[in-house]
């Protein structure tokens, strides 16, 4: 795809994300990576790491998705979004893109081979901000029969949405609130569309797993949880793995409290009575197996990010046989 379309007086729009933002020569987007630069938009971060780790593919979190495997994981500077309790504002709200670290793609995805690496994780930031390089990636990685991981935001463009099929292959979208002025004015981008791009991405066929940090005072009434609940429930289906996540005081939002066990739990039972069949809960010590949907069993149980047993086989639950939704290894 051509990440940007040409229109009048020599702006070009920029088709990586949904502010879709119009670019006059020499002006840089709301991200603060991506730049129009002689008629064309040019992506300043690609092949400019800032983080590089190996992870379980659990501290994703992905918990249906390759269990216990490693994820090579990295990120660049930058961000669309500006959230006042970002836990990666080191990185994401950075300005300066250190161009004296380079890396090809193709010797990402080698390094990822070398270290025995079943996916790759483009997180820490936003990565459609630098979709050109995280899909360069990508296709080298296939390669190594290697998949691909987005942890995102959620906003996406359609265009971008559209080319991640076939390319990467499951998606953690944080869903922060339910709360359209909060998002406009504390975090970023528009709920309505977020919501949108994931209805788009469950029909695309990308694996998809939802994350909230609970934010006392900001998100974490009953009523706004419900509405993330239902809207899951209605639009995305019972199973859909929801991670609960607690938040510890970061960047702007240091006066406010931790979450409490008890608000995690509140919205664990919940979403359990709704019908939800896969809820997580994250940044807390918890029991995080993942059991049958219908009789139950304890089919890979989790200690904290360290898969004990995985009895999943082929796909199914070995005591009944229901369908355990996610891509497992056989
Ligand atoms: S990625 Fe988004 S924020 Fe950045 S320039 Fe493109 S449209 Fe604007």
């Known amino acids: 795809m051509d990440y940007f379309s040409i229109e009048k007086e020599g702006k070009l729009k920029c088709l990586l994300c949904s502010y879709y933002c119009q670019l006059k020569p020499n002006q840089i987007g709301i991200c603060g990576v991506n730049k129009n630069i002689e008629n064309k938009i040019e992506c300043l971060v690609y092949g400019h790491i800032s983080a590089f780790n190996i992870d379980p593919i659990e501290k994703k979190p992905l918990y249906h998705f390759l269990p216990s495997s490693k994820s090579l994981s990295l990120g660049t500077v930058g961000c669309n979004f500006h959230c006042s309790f970002c836990q990666n504002y080191g990185i994401s709200q950075e300005k300066n893109i250190d161009t004296t670290n380079y890396i090809s793609a193709k010797d990402v995805a080698t390094i990822a081979y070398q270290r025995g690496c079943e996916s790759i994780s483009y997180t820490y930031n936003e990565p459609t901000i630098f979709y050109p390089f995280a899909k360069d990636i990508a296709l080298e990685a296939k390669k190594f029969g290697i998949k691909s991981v987005f942890v995102s935001n959620g906003f996406e463009s359609s265009e971008v949405i559209e080319d991640m099929v076939g390319v990467i292959d499951a998606i953690n979208v944080d869903l922060k609130s339910f709360n359209e002025s909060y998002y406009k004015k504390s975090l970023g981008g528009n709920l309505k569309q977020i919501l949108e791009n994931l209805i788009k991405l469950k029909k695309n066929g990308i694996w998809l797993e939802i994350t909230t940090l609970i934010v006392p005072t900001k998100n974490d009434s009953k009523e706004e949880l419900m509405q993330i609940i239902k809207f ?24 406010l409290p931790r979450t409490s066990f008890d608000t995690l739990k509140m919205a664990y039972d919940m979403a359990k009575d709704e019908g939800l069949q896969y809820v997580y809960i994250g940044n807390v010590v918890f029991d995080n197996s993942t059991f049958c949907p219908t009789c139950k069993s304890k089919l890979i149980n989790r200690d904290n990010f360290l898969v004990n047993y995985n009895k999943i086989k082929n796909g199914c639950c070995p005591n009944c046989g229901t369908k355990i939704v996610g891509i497992f290894e056989d």
């Open 232 to 255: 899951i429930k209605e639009n995305l289906g019972v199973d859909t793995p929801w991670h609960i996540s607690a938040f510890h005081p970061d960047y702007k939002e240091l006066d």
